[in-house]
Each structure stands twice: as C-alpha cells, then as structure tokens.
C-alpha cells in the first residue's frame, strides 16, 4: 500500500499500537506480518520473490559465516584455507548471481529483448519473441539492493551473520523503507531489529511531525505540480520556450518532493517504532556541484554504488584515467538502476560526464577566477555556483522524466526554440490543469519548502526549536500543516460542481 | 503526573482537530440551497421541525417531491406532512431516510413513492449518493445508508465528506459560511414546485400491461425492508406510483412492486392507468413539467385523488 493511501492511514496506527502493545520476544513477528502485508497489498505474487530475495541473501550469510569461522581456526597458507577462500567467494557471487538475475527477469529482460531485436533488425535477421509478460514489481530495486548489501557485509565482516531467518526477513522487509528505501546497511538497520523499543513519547511525536512534513511535500507540493508536469510533458510538441523551461523546473521539484517525502514518512513511521533511518536527502538543490548533488540527493543509494561497486571498481586509489572510468560507470550503472529505458542511461551519462567534466576542467577554472581575482568564497561565487549546478540537474531531469529519447529530444529542442517571457504575465500557467488558486497554493508552498531547507542547510535543527516553543504556538503549527494538507493535498475523487447539476430529476 | 498530562494534551489536541474538522467539513461541502432543487435546505430543514409534528411522512426521489405539496394535502385531509426525498433517490435510501424521520417524528402514515424501482444499477451516481447523504448527521443509520449506497473503496468519501469537497475551498461562497438553512425550516416542507409546461409529453396507456418485470435483487430487498420497518414499528406503510406516463417496460416493474405488495399485504397504487388519469383529470399537455414529473397544477388534481386513498 502506498503511503499516502488511506489504507496507511489506518494500517500505521494498528501496527504501531499493537507493536507496543505486544511482549518483545514477538515484536519482530509482528512487523514481519505487518511488512508482509503492506507489501502484498499491491501483489501477493511477489511477496515470493521477496522471500526468495530473502532466503537467498540469509544462506549465504549462513554460508559465509562458515567459512569466516573455518579461516579463522587454521593455517593462512593451507590447501583447506584456499578452499575455504575460494568457497566464500562463490557464495557471494552465487548471492549476487541469483539477485541480480531475478532483478534483470522482472526488471530488464524486456528492454534487453528489446535492444537485441533492435540489432537483430539491423542486421536483417530474424526477432526474437520470447513471452514474458510481467509488471515490474514494487521495490524490487530497493530491497535485492538492501539484501545484496548484507551478503557482501557478512563476506566483509562487517555484520554478524543473522541466524534467525524470520529477524533477517524483517530486515530487508520491514515495511517504512522496504518499496522505495532509505535503501539501509544491515549495520545500521539489522542490529535495531535486536534492540527494544519502548514507547517514547517525544519521540513518537517527532516521528509523527516527521511523517506529516513528509505529506505535506508529498500531497500538497509534489502531485500538485505534477498535473502541470503532465500536462506540458504529454503534450511537450503544443508547448515552447520558458513554458518546457518551468515545467522541467516544476518536475525537479516534484520529483524531490515525491522522493523525499516518500524519506521523511519512511524515516517518522520507523521513528515512531523505534528504529532509525537513514537521511535520504540533505538540500540537494544547494549543491555547488554535481559532485556535491550526489553526497546529498537519495544518498542512501549513492552510498550503495559508492561502497559496493566504485570502491571494488578501484575507486580513485588507481589512475587519474581509472577514476573517470570508474565514474562513469557507476552513473551508467545508476541510471539503469532507476529504469529499463535508454532515457535512464543517458540520464546517468549526464550525471557522470557533468562529474568528470567538472573534474577534468578544475585546473582551469582555478587559474581563470585567479587571473581574474574572484574570490571562490564569496557568497555570489558559491550561490553561482549552486545556481549551474540546479540548472544541469535539471536539465539532466528531462531525459528521466520524458517517455523516450525523441520526446526528450524534442522537448529541447522546443525549449529553446522561442524566447517567450510574456508566458509569465498572460496567465498561460493558469491553463496547464491547475486553477488560480491551485497553482498559487504550489508556489507559496515551494516557498515555505525553500525557507525551511535553507534553515537546514544553515544547520538549524527546526523540530528541536519547535519544540522548544510554547504550547499555542505548536498547536497552531500543526494544526495549520495538517488542515493544509487536508485542504490544499491533491487526493480523493475530486469536487466538480457540475454533476451536481439536474435538470430532469 | 507527566503521563497525565501527556494524554490529557493528546485528548485535547484530537479534540480540537475533530471540532475544525467538522467546521471545515460543513464549510467546504457543496450545499443545493438554492432554487427549486434546494435539497440540502429541504433535508437539514426537516431536523429543524418540531419533533413529533406531522401526521404522514412522504419518501422517494423526484416522482415524490414533484407530486405532494404538503400545504395542499393539509388543505384537502387537514394532515401535516412532509416530505423526505431526493433526486433519484433508490429504495435502499429511502429505507434508511424512513429510520432517520422515525428518530424524531411518530406519524400515523408512512407513504412510499416506488419509481426508483425501475432502477437496475446497484450502486447510483455520486451526485445523487451525495446530495442524498450528505445533509445527514453522523449516525450508525448514515453508516448504514453509506454502506448501502456507496461500493467498497469509496465510502470514505462519504464518511469523511471533506476527502470529496476539500478543493471547493477556491469557491467558497458567504453562504457557505453563513449557512442559514442549518437553523430554519423549508416552507415547502419538502416539496419542489415545478411550474413550467412541457408540451412534448407523450402518454401511451399502458393499463392493460399485466406482465412484471421483477426488480433487482436489490430492490426487492429494500421493498422488503421497508415493508418490515413499518411492521415493526406498527405504521400503516401506503406504497404508490406517481403518475408519470409510464412506458411499457417501467408499468411491468411497477406490476413487480405491486406483486410484492398483494404478497405482504401492503396497499399499492399505480397511478398511471387510464382510468385514474382520467378520474383525476390530468392533462398531458398542461400538467406535466418533463415526460416524467407532474408539474404545480398536475399536483394540484393528484393530490385531492391521492387523498382520497390515503384517508379512507
């Protein structure tokens, strides 16, 4: 279920009460079901996988687990000690086989019949039509990733080897972060799962005040600038100039949105348990560099590539050469990971090569700001700064979010194709499927977005303040998040008053 | 000592979201108070009559509120009513707007107006589903009436109207604030004047039709229901069939209803034969509003017939 459902709006407090209500020794048990559950509102079938994802990962833990033990106790230079090596190292890459495979069948397998057919066609030979017709399952990519990172961790020795099977099922399934993360390191989240949560009342409130910002974003700012994004992006040929501009802007927005969001009430749903998450995002949009984006956008991820694929890559230990390689890849890599489309992978491209520009052109930026005596820390630098590195985001953002590479090309294309800055007095934005009123509502809540992240980024720890102030004023403030939400959210059938209109009856 | 407070304040809190819920709620529901289809004023206006205070009680869709006008029936038996429909209203809301009257009003006489039967959906549209809810108070009978009317998935949005109405806040009117209706009566007690003349009504006599089309399953347990309400509540139930130019296959459903009714004893009338059309005097050229509704003179010669019936 979805967390802006209003089956969460009951599943979450059930969970939660019965989680407190229940002796420890069962608590697990219980958010396994709830876990299980939650996922399974969307397609029973594939909890299978997810089990399978499971016990996978689990035995070979098990496994591992074995041969560390046997390593330890004999001779480093011994025939059973090479074995035992040896053995370690096929249980992770029969753990990582058989995930990443079972991701490749129900996420890429169409895409690579696909691409295939496509040379096949080229080359004037006969296409390949295999049948299987599946819908990508939910989380998939979060949870084989999260389930990947404790084999590897357990091969490191960095975690223990989890025994209980139904312990470790509730870690790669546990249900805030299981279908679009914080994708989470068995370090952090599988030792939670041993701790006792006590009901803390502050800490129940600040998850909850967590997880309302979280709707906030999510109903009022996200879905709302999302119609506008349709409406351009589905249509982007009707469209021109400064009006693909903002809706490309417009989709940066509620893309972080949506994603944060979907952080901040993963993050203030597992806080309200007990358990804590992960920050997923930190001011992305602050970045002066797209170096910088990826320390602070779905950093849960970024970490993931960062300690399972660029180091082992040989990170930046090797050659200058290597490193861009290195980069490259792992964005190439990224950028898959977000979609079976080529429109991902260029994406990624985008985000590697703005890096290893970035990189390779430094020396020279140095000596130009020098030789013309611009001081690199003054405000207007840095904000410039912050400035090109939101616009290549954003531009990177129109292959993400166009439905092909023709449609991203094209929409370029018409973006720059006229100079139209009268579109912001003649009230074309009013005709994008948001009303006056509704299109007002976005811009003074991306504003609020806008002052409560430039607080953060200047290190103000808002909920402590806010709860350091008087009672009225708290009230008032949450009171006020919540009725914006229920008002300004975008949800439910919708209000049109012409149906209400008779005639005959 | 901290723990108290803490619940006390948790209490508190939900209390005050729950009273600017219901205030928000109020506001921002779409209200039909105006013109002759005021129906939000027709149905909250009856909560404001005396309790106890009339003598017959009128329930159905539009073929009810379109055919009695409660002062002329008053003129004609010296009865007090009202009547409690709204557009397009199905049996089975009609069942629970016969419970909700009963709260408050004790009358001698429950009269049943039985078009909807005709109906063959099982769930109606969410305008009539709303305009129909909407005005009740909260109450286990509301919950009933939603989980009658409304399929599984949406009753939400009648429980918790705000999930429907809550992006009308861009069209908020003073009267949505104001919201005089809540505390007057309707001076038509229900019933809507219809003046205009429609001259292309068409009448085909359909007295001889003596087939009947069962109606839903639905239906005919709603038929039922009522049926059992009044006898649990020893009313005398009067079911009818407004005259509204029935075709064919609407008499055949009307002869279902009548079926059900010789079957549990409950009087039954269809006013559309020829020769109650002709006692009555009813002209289709000039006491129609559409094909289907009687228009203020049509119900000025029905209801001293009806009347008749009901009184003897």
Known sequence: ?505 | MQTIKRIAGTIGFVLIFLLILSGASDLLMHKQIEGRWNMTAKVVGFYNEEPDSFDVMFFGSSHMYCSVDPAVFYEETGLKSYVFATQQQPLWITYHYMIEALKTQRPELLVVETHMAVQEEDYMDEATNHTAIDPIPMSKNKLDMIFASVPKGERRFYIFNIMKYHDRWEYLEKEDFVRAYEKTTDPDKGYVRLSEVSDDVVWEDVSSVTESRVGTPKNIEYLHKIIDLAEKENIRLVMFKSPSNATVEEKMFYNGVAEVAVQRGVEFIDFNTREHYEAMGLDIKEDFYDQRHLNDTGMKKFVPYFSKFLVE
């Not at chain 1, 420890?24 to 509102?41: D, E, I, P, Q, V």
């Not at chain 1, 590195?389 to 993400?400: G, K, P, Q, R, V």
């Not at chain 1, 023709?406 to 006229?418: E, P, R, W």
Request: include cysteine.
């Open chain 1, 1 to 505: 279920m979805l967390f802006n459902s209003f089956s969460y709006l009951i599943f979450f407090p059930i969970v939660v009460l019965m989680y407190f209500a229940i002796p420890y020794k069962a608590r697990y048990l219980w958010l396994l079901a709830a876990s299980y559950y939650f996922y399974m509102a969307w397609n029973p079938k594939y909890a299978l996988l997810m089990a399978l994802s499971t016990v996978i990962t689990y035995m070979s833990g098990l496994l591992i687990g074995r041969e560390t033990r046997l390593t330890s106790t004999i001779e480093a230079d011994s025939r059973t000690y090479r074995y035992a090596v040896f053995r370690k190292k096929l249980w992770v890459f029969l753990s990582m086989v058989s995930n990443l495979s079972i991701l490749f069948l129900f996420k890429y397998f169409d895409f690579f019949i696909d691409n295939v057919n496509r040379v096949l066609g080229h080359l004037g030979m006969e296409l390949l039509n295999p049948t299987f017709d599946v819908i990508l399952p939910v989380g998939i990519s979060f949870y084989t990733f999260q389930a990947l990172s404790y084999t590897m961790d357990v091969y490191r020795g960095e975690i223990y080897v989890e025994k209980n099977l139904f312990k470790y099922a509730l870690f790669v399934s546990l249900f805030p972060q299981l279908v679009a993360g914080p994708i989470e390191r068995s370090k952090n989240l599988l030792v939670q799962i041993n701790r006792r949560h006590t009901f803390d009342y502050e800490r129940v409130k600040n998850g909850l005040l967590l997880m309302l910002w979280g709707f906030f974003l999510k109903l009022v700012i996200a879905d709302r600038v999302a119609v506008i994004v349709n409406t351009v992006y589905n249509g982007y040929t009707n469209y021109h100039g400064l009006i693909l501009a903002v809706a490309t802007l417009f989709f940066g927005i509620q893309i972080y949105c949506d994603f944060y969001a979907y952080s901040l009430i993963a993050k203030g749903s597992a806080q309200v348990m007990g358990f804590r998450l992960m920050d997923n995002f930190k001011q992305p949009y602050f970045s002066r560099s797209i170096g910088e984006f990826w320390h602070r956008w779905h950093i849960s991820l970024s970490t993931w590539f960062r300690d399972y694929l660029y180091i082992p890559l040989g990170g930046n230990r090797k050659s200058t050469l290597r490193k861009y390689i290195n980069v490259m890849i792992v964005f190439l890599v990224s950028g898959l990971w977000h979609g079976a489309n080529w429109t991902f992978i260029i994406w990624g491209f985008l985000h590697g090569s703005f890096q290893v520009i970035g990189q390779i052109t430094r020396p020279l930026k140095v000596r130009i700001t020098d030789l013309l005596g611009i001081d690199r820390e003054k405000t207007s630098y840095k904000l410039g700064q912050m400035l090109i590195t939101y616009l290549l985001a954003n531009f990177a953002w129109i292959f993400f979010r166009a439905p092909g590479f023709t449609a991203a090309k094209g929409i370029i294309k018409n973006m720059f194709s006229v100079w139209n800055p009268w579109v912001f007095t003649d009230g074309s934005f009013y005709n994008l499927g948001l009303s006056v009123g509704s299109f007002w509502v976005g811009i003074i809540s991306i504003l609020i977005l806008m002052g409560v992240s430039v607080a953060q980024y200047r290190g103000i720890r808002i909920r402590e303040r806010f709860a350091k102030q008087g009672l009225i004023f708290r009230w008032t403030v949450t009171l006020g998040l919540i009725f914006s939400i229920i008002l300004f959210g975008i949800y439910g059938p919708g209000y049109n008053a012409n149906e209400f209109i008779y005639f005959q009856f």
